[in-house]
């Protein structure tokens, strides 16, 4: 306070005491009681003000599949597109290779050779499947180094050299031929046991060999191929365990793969069954995404451990295991009845016949691709949507789909989708992405990014 106005408040207060000292020196007058003056005063409600703002979910939509476009969009689409004829090549491949294995009656020949070292039929089998399998793996190796190196390199999805992908290469080889060493002879010993019925139990040892895979594989297999190592801590761990926590993930970790040696495709995982759970972050996913785009991410995989799709999956993938062995056994009998003296392959307990089977198999597979791909793709899209819920950025949700279309093409027609994706498509989930948020644009965490994407 400056000190004129120190000095003035002397001067106001004696101002204010001169009417009261001069009513006190005079006679006393006693003035009754008045009323105060009132003023009628009309109160109306505010107009309600709508504070919400504006969000087009089509528009924002767009504006995300925009950013990928000219050279990169011709890209992604060839990549995509390619493979679905990579498909029918497969299957014309497997059927010439098993076809040249029985009316060259090089199958028969190994069968034979097989019997003349014993007289076990388990062992006959073992012995038969330790030259099936190499045969196979060096007349299908043409295809498989086109598809798996020089088809990857030409896209620029692939981080390997030829020696690093030969070594991945075996391995895959490797876990194949022990596989069918110990399964196809008990594969084999329950076609002679159930005869006519041997197709129940086959798809029975089918899906209780894919439970057997899905629990063996985070620990045992996929260190076979990369490095796990625990994501370092801090505040991206912190939130990833949170989230685990807050859905009932029972994980205690978060492991760190090298999935960069081999591609540069983003990835996560959580794993496990019957009560495991491991979580599993691609280095490239880490590089290349936002922490957000991680949260996003690994929200939707929690999704799937916490919905169930392992169990949902083996439930409608044994249903078409069954329906696929009914299929092939139906079909060998047909397809024997018509070249089975050429071939020498009478009945399906006949290991020389196993050729025949396969091809049956993979044409079986082929006519299921549209039943296969929408059971998986309606759990992706299912978890997309936990996804959303869980960690609530839809926004980051939809920016990490378009790192995906390196290699899935964004906007494919709607038969296209139907038969060809075993995902959504990168327009139908960044639109669902863009409805979520449109429908909690109201949110506090969410309406601030009413005007994203820039």
Known sequence: MSFARLAAVPVLLFALAVPALAQSAGTPVQLGPRAAPTAHVQVAALPGMDTTPAFDAAKASEKYLARVNGAARDRSDAYFTGGYWLQLVDLLYALAVAGLLLSLQISIRISDWAEERTHSRTYQVMLYVAAYVPIVAAATFPLTVYEGFFREHAYGLSNQSFWQWLGDFGIQFALTFVAAVLLVPVLYAAIRRAREGWWVWGAGLAIAFQVLTIVIWPGFIAPLFNHYSPLPAGPLKTQILSLARANDVPAQNV????????????????????????????????????????????????????MGH?????????????????????????????????????????????????????????????????????????????GLDAVRKPDAFASVMLKLSTYRKLEPGKWEETIFYDHPSGRTRIQAAMRWKKEHIADPDIRDTANLPQ
């Open 310 to 386: 392992i169990t949902r999956e083996l439930l409608l993938g044994g249903l078409v295991i069954l329906i696929g062995f009914a299929f092939v056994h139906r079909a060998f009998l047909f397809a024997s009845d018509l070249f089975g003296g050429e071939w020498q392959v009478r009945k399906v307990s006949d290991i020389a016949g196993l050729p025949l089977l396969a091809a049956l198999g993979s044409l079986f597979l082929f006519l299921a691709t549209p039943v296969i791909n929408s059971i998986s793709r309606t759990s992706e899209y299912q978890a997309d949507i936990f």
């Open 255 to 306: 492991w760190l793969v090298d999935a960069s040696r081999q591609s540069n495709r983003v990835s996560a995982n959580v794993s496990g069954f019957l009560g495991t759970a491991r979580i599993s972050l691609n280095d490239n996913l880490l590089k290349q995404g936002t922490p957000d785009e991680v949260l996003a991410v690994l929200g939707h995989e929690m999704g799937h451990y916490v």
